[in-house]
């Protein structure tokens, strides 16, 4: 296993009936890389993303992840990578201190163990003394903090987010892509998935999924480049919708040619 | 009900001073503001910001603790029942049946305002006929883009004279967030007064005006392009291949104004405002030579979120960038 890469996936498939819903994409991630993982709604995103998360079995295919091959070893792989979703990674009703707990004891870490990783991250977080406060009384931007430091609490190699810092102001928001940047910087590979360019703009390397496919894969820098976009808005929706970029107003399904959308 | 107002007021809102609180927490602190008629007019904003209580108070669903607001002329307190005739409001939690088709919400909202579909097909065609084909399909089973659709047919089936959009963005993929943005100029140049909420500073520059909200106040309100321009000092991009590094040893750097990290690249102003831009530029980045760390430092336009940063910044030393 080539340790160097946190994710290794080739022609990795799955159908439904006859829909295939992700078409044989292969591409590597490398370990401390923040990787952002792109498509528009149905193109296949999700269900990738529930095969590289032991969730789901492919259909064809292969990918590694965190090591583990996550057709046999599924299992592993859960326990190897963690996952924080935008709104609901924690429990409102729960303690700082009882949210840590229960999640540490999901990975099965011993009690001193976690007490001790508690520790260090409330004090990196400033959150020493908000450790018996409920979650629900703490300000967004914290929530989101705590959130992706208690996935990272069982260490794990890979990190998956889900819209990590949507609906946060932009000073938050910057003070929670340095806290990805100092995990990635400690080896953790970010895996972020987003609807919002200008967040995927962050990351080292983003892909497009169009399709069940990769339609590109590069650095923010490189698809603006090979596509001539300035943004990478303007490359996303020429990849998703290649009829209206090219300016075909008026196209079957889409009767709409609104004033100032000319290419 | 009071008197008649003036048929077309140059402004579509004035809002005075407005108050609310919920409990301990101010919603919204004493914002006042003006929306123009014919504008599309956004409150750009995190979660929590006040913009949710602003438009339902506009939308004449909540009324405040002090302060007034005047929408269409029409005081949303004493003269909601004439108001609600004229706006027209899309929640930002989708509200509407889930079990009803798509065309019986639309039919449902018509005849709450004494109307039908078929005498108002004009003025809700262009987005409508988008889902015409799925007319029989049940609300909970379309796409997040088609739900936004249908909810916004709903908020004009009544032909209102103003649109409240409280995050009509949200959860959406970029193609829809774009082609929703595209719909709401096309009924802006109807004439149509909109008034749009995004936690999302990308959205700003398809406004007419915006206010940055923080905090149930107002930080800045004007053209997208003044806001940026109002950031009033020399602001470098600085492109490295280790950017945490970079990041970490400019924070160590004694001329350093403020830095972030800014999509690709770090954003920085130099804390001396005397030293000429191309020598400051210079200087970093030899002082990141001698760090170790190679880096280009240029010049670069200040963007909306840029301003956004540093008024934050200003009020809120505590959470300086």
Redesign the interface.
Known sequence: MNESLAIRARELTRTFGAFTAVDHITFDVRAGEVFGFLGANGAGKTTAIRMLTGLLAPSGGEAVVAGHDIRTESEAVKRDIGYMSQRFSLYDDLTVRENIQLYGGIYDLPPAEIRARMRRMLDRLGLQRSESALVRSLPLGWKQKLAFSVALLHEPRIVFLDEPTGGVDPITRRQFWELIYEAAHAGTTVFVTTHYMDEAEYCDRISIMVAGRIGALGTPHELKAQFGAASLDDVFVRLARPERAAGAAGAPGEPLAPRGATP | MSATPAASPADAVVAEGLVKRFGSTTALDGMSFQVHAGELFGFI?????GKTTLFRILATLLVPDAGTARVLGYDVVSDLWALRQRIGYMPGRFALYPDLSVEENLRFFASVFGTTIAREYAQIA??Y??LE?FKRRRAAAL???MKQKLALSCALVHRPDILFLDEPT?????????EFW??L??LR?GGLTIIVST????EASRCDRVALV?RGGILAIDTPAAIAASFGRPLFAVRGSD???T?RAIREYPNTGSV??F??VLHFTDARAATPPAGAARELESYLASRGLAAAVTPTEPTI?DT??AR??AA?PE???
């Open positions: 904003g995190a979660d929590g910001a262009p987005i006929s988008q084909p796409s997040g883009g949200t959860g959406v993929d970029a193609v829809s967030r774009r595209d719909l100029a096309h140049a936690p999302y500073m990308d923080q950017r945490y590094g990041l972030y990290p999509g690709e979120e956004f940063i934050l910044s809120q959470q300086a960038a």
